[in-house]
Structures are given as C-alpha cells and as structure tokens.
C-alpha cells in the first residue's frame, strides 16, 4: 500500500508474477482497495493470489523508526510479520525505504555477523550487468561494514548473474595506490585479507573509479549508501538526459540563435536526421527499455534474515511484476542461508551483530521486540 | 611535458589558441621538443608564442609533495613560478593533477580564508551546463570546507557562465529533511547562515540529489572531492557506455542466443534500423561532440592565489586549446581577487586559511616556502 501509486501497479503486477512464472502472492493492505483493483485487472479469485488485510499504511512522510512503534496494523508490518512466520518466503515493497528497512530489522532482525544491512542493485551495462552496495542504507559507516558490503553484493550477484566467483572492487576516486579515503583503504586491507581464505567466493579487484563500472573491469562495486546512492540518481539522471538529447537531435533540432533561413545543404541535412529520428526511434525505445533501471525490479535488502525487495516507489506493473519474481528467485535459492555462510568467513575480522545501533539512518529505533532479531 | 601525450597536442592546442583568441602563451618544457612540434604545426617563430626551457618533467608516478623538493627544474614548478611572478597570468597542465595541487599551494599560496583549494569544473546538461566542486581535490573534509567549496563553485560559475546569482544546492542521498550525512547537515547550516548575507552572491538550494543535477535544479553542487570523483568518471562512463550502445541498437545488434533464421518482419525492422542508425550517425557524431566533457578544456583549481587549469591528461589539441582559451577568461576576469572577495563574506563562519595540512590527499607536504602562501 506505499508505492506512489498504490495499490493498482501492486496488485497489477503480482497478478502479471503469478501468471508468468510458478509462484503465490499475498497481496496484504486494504481488503476492498485490493479486490476492486483485482476485479479492474480481471483476477477476482486468482489462482495463486489470497489478501491479507491490513488497516493502516507507512507513508513517505513517516519516520522509519516511530511509524514501527505507532502503526502496528501497517501493511508493511503485518508482510513483514508473514514473512518472520514463515507464512510468506519474501517480502517486496515500493513503499518508504527507511520503513522497509526499519520493519525487516526488527521483525527479521539481521543475519549473523552482519552489522548493518544493506540495499544490492543491478545495473544494466555493455559487457554485462553489474551490482552495485549499498545503494542508499547507510551513509555513515565503518570499514568492517563496507567490508561487508562487498560481500553482501556478491552474494546477490552469485544468485542474479550467476557468476559462481565474482570480481569485487572497492569504489574510489582512483585505482593508484594512496587513493581513497581512510574508510576505502581500510576496508581494502580487510578485503584484501578475505579474498586470501582458500574458500573465498569472490575476487578483489581492490580500488576502482567510476568510470570502470562500466567497462566490465568489475562484476560487484562496494561503496557507502551515501555514494551508492549519488552514483545510482547520476545514472539515472545522465541516462533520462542523453536520451533527451538523442531524440531532439535526431529530430533535428533548430539552429542557435541568430541562424537565418537555413542553406540547401543544411536543410537537406535537417531532412536527412529528422528521416534518420523516424527509423530510429523502435531501436531508441528498445534500447532505452533494455536499460531501464527499473527493468531489474528493484533492489534486496541484504543482511537481513529473510528475502527483501525494495521496489522503486514509481514502480509500473513491469516493474512490480520483476520484483516479485526477483523476490521469488531469491527465496528459491534460500538466499538468506547462503548470506550467512558466505559472512561466516569474513567473521575472523572482528565483524559481529552485536556492535553499533541497528537502525537506519536518521532513526532512533525501539528496542527489537524479544526474539525477533536473528542475530 | 606532464600530460599523457605531451607536448604534441600541448604545443598544438597552444598554437590553436593563439590563432583564434587574443592571448600569448609561454611553452614550458624541453627547448629542443618544443621547438620540433612547433616547427610540425607550421608555427615557428608564431607571434605570441614563447618557449621557457624546463629540463624535468613530474611523471605521473611522481608524488605530489615529494617531487615539488626533488625536481627544481620541472616544467611544472617554472611555470608555476612564472605565474607567482606575474610573468604569466595562468598556469594550464594536462599532468599529475596531485603535482598541480601541490605546487600551487607552495607556489601561488591560498587566497585568504580558503581552507583548502578544490577543482571546479562544467557538466553539460539539457538545461544549461553545471558546475560541481570539488571534483577530487580533496577527499576527507570539513563542514567548513564544504560550505567553502560551494561559494568556490559559484564563483567559478559566475565567470564561466555568467550567472550573476548561481542557485546552489549540496549533493546528498536525497532533498527530505534527515538526509545527507553528518557532513552534509553541517555544511547545510553554514551555507544557509551565508545565502541569507545581504550581499550573498548566491541562493542556496539545500540538499539536491543526483538526478537533481541532470534537471536544471541548480547551476552550482557542492560536494567533497570523494563523491565529486566518483561522479565526474561515473557520467563519463555512462555517456561513453550509451552511446556505444545506441550505436549498437541502431546497427541492428544481432539477436540474442537460440534466436532462429529471423522471420520476415524482424528482416524488415533490421533494415529499417540500419537505414535509420545511417542516417542518425551525423546527428549522434554532433551530438556526442557537444556533451565531450573534454570540450569543456579543463577544471579550474580555485582558492589558490592565481589561476590554475587543470586538463585531462588524455586532452588532444582541442581540448588543450579550449584549456588555454579558458585560462584566459578567468585570468581577464580577475579570477583570483573576485574570489576573494566572495570568500570574505563567508570569513564569518570561523573559516581561515591556518587549519589543518593544506597539502594534496595522501601527501606529507613540505613547509611552504618562506612568503609563499597567500593565506
């Protein structure tokens, strides 16, 4: 019930999951929200879909930490709950990201020896997708933690790109030695001692800049919520620009000020890129669709006991419905065991559930309610 | 002599330069190569162009403060001394930009009140180029220094592109109230303390996102040198990365694997596609032309007490020349004094010049030479 535009795209897309691939969803809000919007897609009854009702709704405006504490009838507490029950095997919301993250701490609570959840992306690229943590988690961290970010992002790339040992590399303002900042480099010494363990499922590529996400040097880039968050917007907001620019220049667009009336030759070569716009645009629409972030459907909150999505808040039906079946690839592969061992070797560097607060940034969080937290 | 390809396209972009805007240039470097290129670009004897011979070269390999005590006679250090003298009115070099920073510092001195000089450079953008600062000069810093680096980027902003009252905005995870890290939040309250000055030459915009920049939100983004790197390389990558694929699409990619002998539809929409990437390549071609962060010929390294440009190291003649066109400008604009001046109202915030290493990241600077610095 959180998305920007919810239910509809919600309900819309986990009706498109159920249909395409062998999976159930429970669709958990508003009862008569939900069956009038079931009814508007032709699915009354669906096989495959039940509701669970919930009578109240995080906002964008809520604060991750108190709306856990006031609204207990949430319809994100109450999936979260399902999940923590074993009723569900996933959780995917587009709503309030720092809520999703509060709810999964202190329902799910985190994996052993993770000290800070943290949110793993794809991103589409020429050679190959690549994955991106933390994306927007945490903005103030410590080396262990980015340690474990590294860690985090390949085992989500293990599952999504099915590279068995990914190449890991530390995001920096450059790969020369003396680049980096304190956090970076300590967390370098720590990768680097990781990465030396006979059963280490990674690689380390140690430091790399910015643009060599995209030139396939790497398969995971870790960085800071902070930074993993600049550069996913960056993108996002480069791509929407040039895409901007490609289609007004193919259209042809005018002449500077102070042009007069254009010459033959400069006509004919306006005629020529507008004819050349027209037989362009399916591929520009197919390329643009093919790199569209929201294409991946959506990002895991990773280090947490349990599967979960966090959607991007615009998210379409598309989008909605490749959340859910990332959801239902992730439980499928019981990702959040497989997270664990994978840490398991990385706790000889002193990392432990125990240390620092477990909440979002910007969060004062209640105490975990007894027993929930898993680690 | 420092860049990656130096002195051709140094010695041809200068000569470029010269011919098209109303400036002098003074070549710093090895006598007999100089002369050798100037003699292969038809330019010897060319009015207006000087050689002052320099027997060493800061490599890319050199470290910053190391090299400014060991190589006396590096091209780099005289021409840095030559434009403390007023013998030239600004320094340009495609080389090891930690070297410039370096020399600058204990050469030209900071302006007063600058805790720590950062690289200023344009974005091109749908609706309007933007200036980010600081884009790798420093990466640890202070609240004070990044309020600093805003104020820096607006001046350069007025000059470049002659905004008379930038709209300035901090990079963050996002706008709400609560975003931002420790950092952020501080520089926030500095720099609105400083918009609201009668005489503030800017407006503050508070926290922007990264697809803010793309949007026309802003003119000017203050960020640390960390996040300003990994932003610069991170929109060259992907601008190089689609355009590669839009070129692609456009030639008709072949179709994925286990796709058969293409029905007759699919022959014809190949066509149509190729048809139409030939006729857009011109367009794309102009296009890609335009957005070249290299057209932009440099960053400029602002707080030191002269005007510095820094160019890519990979910058061919054009780039070298649009470099040498654009020292010009800040040095006609009286860059130095104008930025001093805009710093002054800012003083109050208990910036000065005498806190902390004003050495490159990474580096143990030398003491600056007796007089040297300017703060």
Same mark, same amino acid.
């Given at each position: 019930?959180?998305?920007?535009?919810?239910?509809?795209?919600?309900?819309?897309?986990?009706?498109?999951?159920?249909?395409?691939?062998?999976? @159930?969803?429970?669709?958990?809000?508003?009862?008569?929200?939900?069956?009038?919007?079931?009814?508007?897609? $032709?699915?009354?009854?669906?096989?495959?879909?039940?509701?669970?009702?919930?009578?109240?709704?995080?906002?964008?405006?809520?604060?991750?930490?108190?709306?856990?504490?006031?609204?207990?009838?949430?319809?994100?507490?109450?999936?979260?709950?399902?999940?923590?029950?074993?009723?569900?095997?996933?959780?995917? *919301?587009?709503?309030?990201?720092?809520?999703?993250?509060?709810?999964?701490?202190?329902?799910?609570?985190?994996?052993?020896?993770?000290?800070?959840?943290?949110?793993?992306?794809?991103?589409?690229?020429?050679?190959?997708?690549?994955?991106?943590?933390?994306?927007?988690?945490?903005?103030?961290?410590?080396?262990?933690?980015?340690?474990?970010?590294?860690?985090?992002?390949?085992?989500?790339?293990?599952?999504?790109?099915?590279?068995?040992?990914?190449?890991? $590399?530390?995001?920096?303002?450059?790969?020369?030695?003396?680049?980096?900042?304190?956090?970076?480099?300590?967390?370098?010494?720590?990768?680097?001692?990781?990465?030396?363990?006979?059963?280490?499922?990674?690689?380390?590529?140690?430091?790399? @800049?910015?643009?060599?996400?995209?030139?396939?040097?790497?398969?995971?880039?870790?960085?800071?919520?902070?930074?993993?968050?600049?550069?996913?917007?960056?993108?996002?907001?480069?791509?929407?620009?040039?895409?901007?620019?490609?289609?007004? @220049?193919?259209?042809?667009?005018?002449?500077?000020?102070?042009?007069?009336?254009?010459?033959?030759?400069?006509?004919?070569?306006?005629?020529?890129?507008?004819?050349?716009?027209?037989?362009?645009?399916?591929?520009?629409? *197919?390329?643009?669709?093919?790199?569209?972030?929201?294409?991946? #459907? $959506?990002?895991?909150?990773?280090?947490?006991? #349990?599967?979960?999505?966090?959607?991007?808040?615009? *998210?379409?039906?598309?989008?909605?419905?490749?959340?859910?079946?990332?959801?239902?690839?992730? !439980?499928?592969?019981?990702?959040?065991?497989?997270?664990?061992?994978?840490?398991? !070797?990385?706790?000889?560097?002193?990392?432990?559930?125990?240390?620092?607060?477990?909440?979002?940034?910007?969060?004062?969080?209640?105490?975990?309610?007894?027993?929930?937290?898993?680690?």
């Amino acid at each position: 019930m959180g998305g920007d535009a919810a239910p509809r795209p919600e309900v819309s897309g986990a009706v498109a999951a159920v249909r395409e691939a062998a999976l @159930e969803v429970v669709l958990v809000g508003d009862r008569a929200r939900l069956e009038d919007e079931l009814a508007r897609v $032709g699915a009354r009854g669906e096989r495959g879909v039940t509701i669970e009702h919930a009578a109240e709704v995080v906002t964008m405006d809520d604060h991750p930490g108190e709306v856990f504490r006031k609204k207990r009838a949430s319809s994100l507490r109450i999936a979260t709950e399902l999940v923590q029950a074993g009723r569900a095997h996933a959780l995917v *919301s587009a709503g309030n990201s720092g809520a999703i993250l509060a709810h999964a701490l202190f329902v799910l609570g985190r994996l052993p020896g993770v000290e800070r959840p943290a949110i793993a992306t794809a991103f589409p690229a020429p050679h190959g997708a690549f994955t991106l943590c933390d994306v927007g988690a945490n903005v103030d961290v410590r080396p262990t933690m980015l340690a474990q970010f590294a860690l985090l992002g390949a085992a989500y790339d293990r599952v999504v790109h099915g590279r068995p040992r990914p190449r890991v $590399g530390l995001l920096a303002n450059g790969s020369e030695p003396g680049k980096g900042t304190g956090l970076t480099r300590a967390a370098h010494a720590l990768l680097t001692a990781a990465a030396a363990a006979p059963d280490a499922a990674f690689t380390f590529a140690g430091h790399v @800049e910015g643009s060599d996400l995209w030139r396939g040097v790497v398969d995971v880039v870790a960085t800071d919520g902070f930074t993993g968050n600049v550069v996913l917007k960056v993108c996002e907001g480069v791509a929407d620009a040039l895409f901007g620019l490609v289609r007004a @220049e193919l259209a042809g667009a005018p002449a500077g000020p102070g042009a007069g009336r254009p010459a033959v030759g400069a006509q004919v070569a306006t005629v020529r890129r507008r004819l050349g716009g027209a037989l362009a645009a399916p591929a520009l629409r *197919s390329l643009e669709k093919r790199i569209d972030f929201a294409e991946t #459907g $959506g990002a895991l909150l990773a280090g947490v006991d #349990g599967v979960v999505i966090i959607a991007h808040g615009r *998210s379409d039906t598309t989008a909605m419905k490749n959340a859910v079946k990332l959801a239902h690839r992730f !439980a499928a592969a019981g990702l959040p065991a497989r997270l664990a061992a994978s840490l398991g !070797a990385f706790g000889a560097t002193g990392a432990t559930g125990s240390t620092g607060s477990p909440g979002p940034a910007g969060t004062t969080p209640p105490p975990p309610p007894g027993g929930g937290t898993g680690a």
